[in-house]
């Protein structure tokens, strides 16, 4: 069992930046893939980033490629998401997810575990 609770959203205006953070239970973190999702209003959920288990491997969504940077910290058990040059169409709310498997995917049926999510705003 995991559980993955995120961190880190907020209210910030066009252009700037956060960085969002999913810290872990358990000690199996590092052979779980992990993923960033977000929902907005009236929207269905979709994929951002993805991350390998050893880190040496990241996929972004278009939409967010350039701009957002997910890596992780094995140690600490916590994946980050470094959200730049932020947009309104960014506004969401903003999951984790863990599969434990080597590689993440952008299809999210696909994965064992997610957190809560936090909300981001992206407003002037």
């Known amino acids: 069992q995991v559980q993955l609770v995120e961190s880190g959203g907020g209210l910030v205006q066009p252009g700037g930046s956060l960085r969002l953070s999913c810290v872990a239970s358990g000690r199996t973190f590092s052979r779980y893939a992990m993923g960033w999702f977000r929902q907005a209003p009236g929207k269905e959920r979709e994929f951002v980033a993805s991350?390998?288990?050893?880190?040496?491997?990241?996929d972004y969504a278009d939409s967010v490629k350039g701009r957002f940077t997910i890596s992780r910290d094995n140690a600490k058990n916590t994946v980050y998401l470094q959200m730049n040059s932020l947009k309104p169409e960014d506004t969401a709310i903003y999951y984790c997810a863990a599969i434990f498997r080597l590689y993440g995917t952008s299809r999210g049926e696909e994965y064992d575990y997610w957190g809560q999510g936090t909300q981001v705003t992206v407003s002037s």
């Open positions: 991350i390998t288990w050893s880190g040496d491997r990241t």
